[in-house]
């Protein structure tokens, strides 16, 4: 049955890492006391090395599990003593008071209004001079709060206690000899949830500070029966030499304590004193509790794993998953997805990208330069005339002509149209890392942007330049084919076609917010009339004649509320364009302008059209090579390198659990895994028990 003991252990840890519902729950042994009852002396009897954090101040704070194994030695020689907290990760540790120094800190780690923490540390000793057991050390009762403790720290370890008591565990209440059992903390919650004693045991401390019969008589147990008794140790240590271990020394003086009282306590008496006594009637209770634990759990196991089993096949249809395929998969869709976002990328679109800012640079030229010109509507009359030859124009217009070129191509198109083309890749790269799955990892999500970003920031200086410098022959000389100029022509008709409806649209807003075009008429001339008087003034002040105020002039400029003024000024100036975009119109289509590039300086727009195309051309050429191209083939590289090998196999688990969905898969299948292992075990030990051979029964 030793072994069964041993494995029914190991299905006990395993089941905790499953869950802490109460149904799949192995009974382990819980240490209780009050403190300075001597609860640390037992338990480092029971182990028979020193580990448990000494101090006046130092108080268990965390329940501390405690599995003990027992080691054999192999080929005659004895096996390393050591200890594990599989939690940390510390690997083992042969040297005690370097345990008993990490149990210190993590018990000061627990902050200092907390007091206690209901957070268990996990320690495993392995050891020949060990039994097989789990014990579970709480924090010692307290009396009476101290002034530097919390209030509710009593209550707070009075219910983590009565957590730890209930169901299938068994109690070890541990008393002092010279303590009334009356004022026993320990006794008396053991008492509330296991009123006939039936998995409490008592153990009597400090029996040699009472007289013997004394001790004889409270080990009887006839005043607080408990049904697996009490046992009787003396866990002070003796007169220590140097060359004794601590638990010669301890079981030293605890065999000079009874042997020299065999009258009260001898082989006759039939009461369990000792250590070794205590160790012996643990292992026997923890192991017919855990004997007898064992249908209930197997069948409360079975019953779990066919639940999971089931809704592994309903949600999941048996798919199996791991955190690696996740991450691995949502690196591959991510790539995917950037690929097909890249078509939005290919050349032709980018040039029609740039042509349209190019073609918006245009019209600012040719506003500025040409419309704003008093002289405009001169050029379209010199076009009009059949006989004027191109050389008798006035060299005039020639300078406009070539002010308008220079102007559009040293507007700084490397910058701008890379900064178009840059602004549009951040854009997708940022609709990417908002959308899913990137809402569940918004780290990664950061992570994604920030190097997107800064291979962005890398090309688009170099990018720039390179397109600038690939556009300078243009600032200097442009010839144009004539299949060129006609299809300038064309477009430059389509913007002004354009231009045109835009300001007649706006113009039939103005005139309906205003109240129709008669309305809209009277503000105009008001409106007219009004800049025509300023004009005067003007002139006058100039021509130093003392302006006279007349005096009807003030009440006129409230005939009209100040936004249908300005309004009125808007419909003057869409007006005033819409004539001068008709002129042009019309000598876009003039015979003389269908002639070819030699019209140039008639049809500027139509040239300035040419110069944005071939503008356009060059620039998306130089983009693609070294921008485009270059951050395409470093992404899918850089995902690779920052997302995914990044990332260690503890952070790729973090990763895939940030999604919920996935999250839950891995839980349900993590959870039927154990189960089925835990099952297993359960299994072979059912066949274990069924050979009397294999598990003879020992009494
Ligand atoms: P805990 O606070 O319940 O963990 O108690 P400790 O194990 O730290 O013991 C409290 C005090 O009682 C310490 O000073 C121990 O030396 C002393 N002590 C423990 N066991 C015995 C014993 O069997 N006999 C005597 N005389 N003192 C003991």
């Keep these: 049955l030793m072994h069964l003991t041993r494995k029914l252990i190991e299905i006990r840890s395993m089941l905790l890492s499953i869950d802490q519902s109460d149904g799949l729950k192995l009974p382990s042994i819980v240490v209780i006391g009050s403190q300075s009852s001597g609860k640390s002396s037992v338990l480092e009897a029971i182990v028979g090395q020193e580990f448990l954090p000494k101090g006046n101040n130092m108080v268990t704070r965390r329940p501390i599990e405690l599995t003990l194994v027992h080691t054999f030695s192999t080929d005659g020689k004895t096996p390393v003593e050591y200890g594990e907290f599989p939690a940390l990760g510390l690997g083992k540790i042969t040297d005690f008071a370097a345990i008993q120094r990490t149990l210190t800190d993590l018990n000061l780690a627990v902050p200092a209004t907390d007091a206690v923490s209901p957070e268990p540390i996990d320690l495993r000793i392995y050891s020949p001079n060990v ?171 079975q019953l779990e794993l066919e639940e999971a089993t089931y809704q592994f096949k309903v949600q999941y249809n048996d798919q199996r998953i791991t955190a690696e395929s996740y991450v691995a998969e949502t690196m591959d869709a991510l790539k995917l997805r950037f690929k097909e976002f890249t078509q939005q990328f290919r050349r032709p679109v980018i040039r029609e990208k740039l042509k349209g800012m190019l073609d918006d640079k245009v019209m600012d030229v040719l506003e500025q330069l040409y419309w704003l010109d008093k002289r405009a509507p001169e050029l379209g009359n010199i076009a009009a005339n059949p006989k004027l030859k191109p050389e008798e124009i006035e060299p005039y217009w020639r300078h406009k002509l070539d002010a308008a070129s220079s102007l559009l191509t040293k507007s700084g198109i490397g910058r701008d149209s890379t900064l178009l083309v840059a602004d549009g890749l951040r854009a997708l790269i940022d609709s990417i890392a908002a959308g899913e799955p990137f809402t569940f990892h918004p780290r990664a999500s950061e992570r994604l942007i920030q190097f997107s970003h800064a291979i962005l920031r890398d090309r688009i200086g170099v990018a720039s330049d390179q397109v600038e410098n690939c556009i300078k022959p243009f600032k200097y000389e442009i010839e144009v084919e004539d299949r060129e100029w006609e299809v300038g022509r064309e477009r430059a008709i389509d913007l002004f076609e354009k231009e045109v409806a835009m300001c007649e649209t706006k113009l039939k807003d103005i005139r309906k917010k205003v109240g129709g075009s008669r309305r809209l008429g009277g503000l105009v001339n008001y409106v007219k009339s009004l800049e025509e008087k300023e004009r005067e003034k003007k002139t006058k002040r100039l021509e130093g004649t003392p302006s006279e105020e007349s005096p009807e002039s003030t009440p006129e400029s409230y005939r009209y509320p100040p936004a249908q003024i300005l309004d009125a000024r808007h419909a003057i100036l869409y007006t005033d364009r819409l004539g001068i975009l008709r002129l042009r119109l019309a000598a876009l289509r003039s015979k003389r302008c269908r002639a070819g590039p030699q019209s140039d300086v008639f049809c500027p727009e139509a040239f300035l059209n040419v110069v944005a195309d071939k503008l356009a051309y060059t620039s998306a050429m130089f983009i693609s090579i070294e921008l485009l191209d270059q951050f395409f083939y470093q992404f899918p590289r850089e995902i690779d390198s920052r997302l995914l090998y990044d990332l260690d196999p503890k952070e790729i688990i973090e990763f895939a659990r940030e999604n919920p969905v996935v999250r839950r898969h891995l839980d349900l299948q993590g959870r039927k895994d154990k189960l089925e292992e835990v099952m297993k075990q359960l299994n072979s030990l059912s066949v274990l028990r069924a050979d009397p051979q294999a598990a003879p029964r020992r009494h």
Excluded: W
Aim: aromatic content about 4%.
């Design 131 to 301: 039994p097989d057991l789990t014990l579970i050390d709480l924090p010692g009762y307290i009396q009476l709060a101290s002034l530097d403790q919390p209030e509710s720290l009593k209550e707070k370890i009075a219910a983590l206690c009565d957590k730890y008591i209930r169901e299938p565990n068994i109690v070890l209440a541990v008393c002092a000899a010279d303590v009334d059992l009356a004022n026993s903390p320990a006794l008396r919650a053991s008492r509330k949830v296991d009123p006939l004693g039936l998995r409490t045991i008592g153990v009597i401390t400090k029996m040699d500070l009472v007289p013997p019969e004394q001790g004889a008589t409270i080990l009887a147990g006839n005043r607080y029966p408990l049904h697996l008794g009490y046992v009787g140790v003396v866990t002070k240590a003796a007169k220590r030499s140097k060359k004794d271990s601590m638990a010669v020394t301890v079981s030293k003086g605890e065999n000079d304590y009874f042997g020299a009282h065999k009258e009260e306590f001898g082989s006759s008496t039939s009461l369990m004193v000792g250590t070794d006594t205590l160790r012996r009637r643990l292992m026997e209770v923890l192991e017919s509790s855990m004997a007898s634990s064992l249908h209930g759990i197997t069948n409360a196991v």
